[in-house]
């Protein structure tokens, strides 16, 4: 088949395609429909079949043609196929003819899904109807600081150690995080809440520190002042796709969903120069996801003329995590252990019951991002591997947050927020939370 670009669109640009299974394959099995995909003139993006993420291609390698299992394509429709192209390319392209693959096991896989997940694999677990909500379990952050001895007793006495104390570290941002986590883990939101406001009266530009005390806001519930804060961050650096998508994202914490719509899709038509573009590329998986479970949660609510209809696809998910950290030049990465004791990462991106782990970044902000349609029963461990930090600044170790979704653009959806501080020589997986289907 061959498919032509929409040229009103900017960067990035969508192509757009439809094709068929020939008459003569209709009952074929599916093995005997495994074929590739190529771009012969692309130069770099993303392929979509049928709204699953078939994969990367790039001119310079190591993929330029890409494997299409014939367990995604529809018999009695037409498939749909949709490039994300990065850069500049042809107008045309075609995919390859057909070729026989022998697998070793075969998928016992439905041929069409409604509500096709991009960026995600299918899976032969059963359609069953869970309505318990998983239990959640994150750890809980200890800082073990010196000036974290001092307390102890009830929330009255401990404050007052804190405003002895404070003289002493006026200047050190992770003093007010910790002290604040400590209120925040006895109940005294009131207190943790001024403590953490103290922050910004250091009247310091620093967007790594405010991103920091934006994931402790959000973890906390307090909004309002998310928005504030990660609306400085993006005064600071608009120049980074991350600072639209964590202002975007309190905006929709803050039910303001049509601005965050808004926001989100900035990512996608902003122009940045070639080497954010570059550190940053894959974040548009991310962000489609997170358009759309705006559009599905409170669609009825939204003006979505301005977002390209090829864009919006049904997205409900078992399971979602996010991962973000607040330094650039920074490498972290996303570990999931699923019930048959699989990992998911970076070198395993996606895995034998069907997730699926997003790019791989090494420097900026991730994020980094684990989506699985339809989850087995049993248990599910994250972890983070941290392999450290290119810069040491006032703002101290690199912080993580990581967001956990069940359920997620269902309308039962659930999440945990938990905000990490990275120690020196905590490489290896770092807990940061479990939970069984």
């Given at each position: 088949s061959r498919?032509?670009?929409?040229s009103s669109h900017g960067t990035p640009l969508f192509y757009t395609g439809t094709f068929s299974i020939p008459s003569n394959l209709q009952d074929a099995a599916d093995a005997e429909l495994d074929t590739y995909l190529a771009v012969p003139k692309g130069i770099k993006g993303q392929v979509f079949i049928n709204g699953f993420n078939?994969?990367?291609?790039?001119?310079?390698?190591?993929?330029?043609?890409?494997?299409?299992?014939?367990?995604?394509?529809?018999r009695d429709a037409m498939n749909e196929v949709v490039v994300v192209a990065y850069a500049a390319q042809a107008k045309r392209m075609e995919t390859a003819s057909a070729t026989t693959v022998i697998r070793s096991q075969s998928m016992n896989t439905v041929s069409s899904l409604q509500g096709s997940v991009a960026g995600l694999s299918i899976t032969n677990s059963s359609q069953d109807k869970r309505e318990q909500q998983p239990a959640i379990v994150i750890p809980e952050f200890k800082s073990d600081k010196d000036y974290m001895k001092n307390l102890i007793g009830k929330p009255d006495s401990a404050y007052q150690?804190?405003?002895?104390?404070?003289p002493d570290y006026i200047t050190t941002p992770m003093f007010y995080f910790d002290v604040a986590n400590w209120f925040y883990q006895q109940k005294d939101s009131v207190r943790a809440l001024t403590i953490l406001s103290s922050i910004a009266d250091l009247d310091l530009e620093n967007a790594d520190l405010y991103k920091t005390l934006?994931?402790?806001?959000?973890?906390?519930?307090?909004?309002?002042e998310e928005i504030f804060i990660t609306g400085k961050?993006?005064?600071?650096?608009?120049?980074?796709?991350?600072?639209?998508?964590?202002?975007?994202l309190a905006l929709a914490d803050a039910s303001q969903y049509q601005k965050a719509l808004d926001n989100l899709y900035k990512v996608l038509t902003q122009s940045y120069n070639s080497q954010i573009a570059d550190r940053d590329q894959g974040i548009e998986e991310i962000i489609i996801s997170e358009i759309n479970n705006l559009i599905t949660q409170h669609g009825s609510k939204l003006n979505t003329k301005k977002i390209d209809k090829r864009l919006v696809l049904a997205f409900p998910v078992d399971v979602r995590v996010v991962l973000n950290w607040n330094k650039n030049d920074t490498d972290i990465d996303l570990w999931l252990t699923d019930p048959t004791g699989e990992?998911?990462?970076?070198?395993?991106?996606?895995?034998?019951?069907g997730g699926r782990i997003s790019n791989d970044f090494t420097s900026g902000y991730g994020p980094e991002q684990f989506m699985i349609k339809k989850a087995i029963k049993g248990k599910y461990k994250i972890?983070?591997?941290?392999?450290?930090?290119?810069?040491?600044?006032?703002?101290g170790p690199?912080?993580?947050?990581?967001?956990i979704y069940t359920r997620y653009s269902t309308g039962k959806q659930q999440r945990k927020v938990i905000v990490l501080p990275m120690a020196a020589g905590s490489s290896g997986g770092n807990l940061v939370g479990e939970f069984n289907f």
């Open positions: 498919m032509y670009a929409d078939l994969g990367r291609y790039w001119l310079v390698g190591p993929q330029q043609s890409l494997y299409l299992p014939g367990t995604l394509l529809n150690a804190y405003l002895k104390m404070r934006a994931y402790k806001l959000k973890q906390t519930g307090n909004y309002q961050v993006l005064q600071w650096r608009p120049m980074d796709a991350q600072s639209y998508r964590d202002y975007a990992k998911g990462y970076y070198g395993n991106n996606k895995t034998t019951i972890e983070v591997n941290y392999y450290g930090d290119r810069q040491i600044n006032i703002s690199t912080t993580v947050t990581a967001e």
